[in-house]
Structures are given as C-alpha cells and as structure tokens.
C-alpha cells in the first residue's frame, strides 16, 4: 500500500535458497547446472502469499475491501505519485512506495501482480499490508535493476518525501526513510509515515527482493500509537523481510 492509500487506511482507523538462483559475494546468480524459466504471465500471480502464509507472520488478517487485487502489464501499476509536483524528492519515491508505475517505467517490465490484506486481530499491531511481484525480460535485467535500486535506497537513507499533491489539515503527509540495509538479497529500510504539521505518525516496514527475473515488494503498515495493542507475531524490523523471502522461495520453485 503506497502513501496515498495509507492515507485512507490511517484516516478511517484513527478517527537464499536452493532453486533458481544462489549468493556469490552477494551478487545473485543463477544456481549452478540450473538456467532459470523466466516466469510470465499468470505465473507471476502465483508468487503471491495468501492470507494465511502471511498470518502466520503477521498475525491475524484478510484481504483489503476496498483494494482488488492487480495482475496485467505495467498499465496496472499504481500512478498517483508520478512526479516531483506530487511528491517530493521524487527519486526516493520507490522507497517509500511500494509498486509505483514511475518508478518501473523504463525499467522493461513484461508482468505484474499485486494484493492487498487490512489487520483482522483485535489489538492487533499491523493496520494493512501490500506485496506485489514484477517480471523482467531477464534475469540480468533483474539483477541490473536491483542494482540501480539499491544504490538509491542508499542515497535515500535520511531524506523525507513530502505528498505535495494536496493539503491535509493545513499541511501534508510526509516519509522519513530510515535503516536502509542489505539483508542477503533483499533490500529493507523503515518508513514513518507523518505529517508536517500535526501526528500520529505509524512505521512502515519495506522490502526488495530479486529472485530470477523477478522483483518483490512488500510493504506493511502498523499502527501508529502501539499502546494497548499486541504486536503479536509482526516485527517492524523482520517481517516485511520474511515476507519477501517467502516470495522468493516461490519463484524459486515455479522457475
């Protein structure tokens, strides 16, 4: 779930493995004997989680109402932050949010798949989550993209996006990128999403991984003021991490 759809979220709760690629000096490679199937198609959807693979790592949930799950061609993808006079610094949009067209859109993406889940335990700590996956040409392409994405999630660490597309409450939505670090193949940094003038503000954990010739997202969003809730099985530093390594170890079996 991207800034824009976190708004809403928030606004109505508060008022490696074995298979197709190996580790080499943190580089992914194809594992050895192995050429890996591009996915395609309506595979792609199979890499997705289901409500109660990611239950058991977040607690208690069920697929969002109001988001319909998304699989088709890069057209699919979200576009709400397209540009620098939506939000700002556009460059560090991708952090942020999960599955934004802009931040795909010369990157050669052939298929995409995305779904949602809102928190279904009471007192739960985990307000929704999104994980999506991409297909690649190849898996150099993969891996160069990757690459790129992990030199400006670097660059990114420290800086705060501005939702400058429209006022709330005399001012606007903000994310503040945090603890960017390099988990084996899976890229993770930790977001608080606020605003500029007044709070709460919620933590936001996200995750990049690269599996094949494939990119996964994750992005899950707990609640701002933990008080009385139980965070349960979720972890801000972990989870969105074991969820995109649990994708990962999908494409590794469906390739």
């Not at 080499?24 to 989680?49: F, H, I, M, S």
């Not at 699989?71 to 932050?81: M, T």
């Not at 007044?198 to 992005?219: H, I, M, T, W, Y």
Request: net charge negative.
């Amino acid at each position: 779930m991207g800034p824009v759809g976190r708004v809403g979220m928030l606004m109505a709760a508060l008022v490696l493995s074995t298979g197709c690629t190996r580790m080499v000096d943190g580089t992914v490679v194809p594992a050895q004997g192995l050429a890996p199937r591009p996915l395609t198609g309506q595979t792609v959807e199979k890499v997705l989680p289901d409500v109660d693979e990611l239950s058991e790592i977040l607690g208690q949930l069920k697929p969002d109402e109001y988001l319909a799950p998304i699989s088709g061609g890069i057209e699919e993808l979200p576009d709400g932050l397209a540009t620098e006079a939506d939000a700002s610094p556009h460059a560090c949009v991708g952090v942020v949010a999960s599955m934004q067209r802009s931040t795909y859109e010369s990157a050669g993406v052939t298929d995409v798949a995305i779904e949602h889940w809102e928190g279904d335990e009471p007192g739960g700590a985990v307000l929704a989550a999104e994980a999506g996956v991409l297909a690649l040409p190849s898996v150099a392409d993969a891996n160069a993209l990757f690459d790129e994405f992990a030199r400006q999630w670097q660059d990114c660490e420290g800086r705060t996006v501005t939702l400058v597309k429209g006022e709330v409450r005399g001012g606007f939505f903000t994310d503040t990128i945090t603890q960017v670090r390099a988990e084996g193949a899976v890229l993770a940094a930790d977001v608080e999403f606020g605003h500029t003038i007044e709070g709460p503000s919620s933590p936001v954990s996200r995750a990049l991984g690269v599996r094949a010739n494939c990119l996964v997202e994750v992005e899950v969003t707990f609640y701002g003021n933990p008080s009385g809730r139980s965070p349960g099985k979720a972890d801000t530093e972990s989870s969105a991490i074991d969820i995109a390594r649990l994708m990962m170890d999908r494409i590794s079996e469906l390739c």
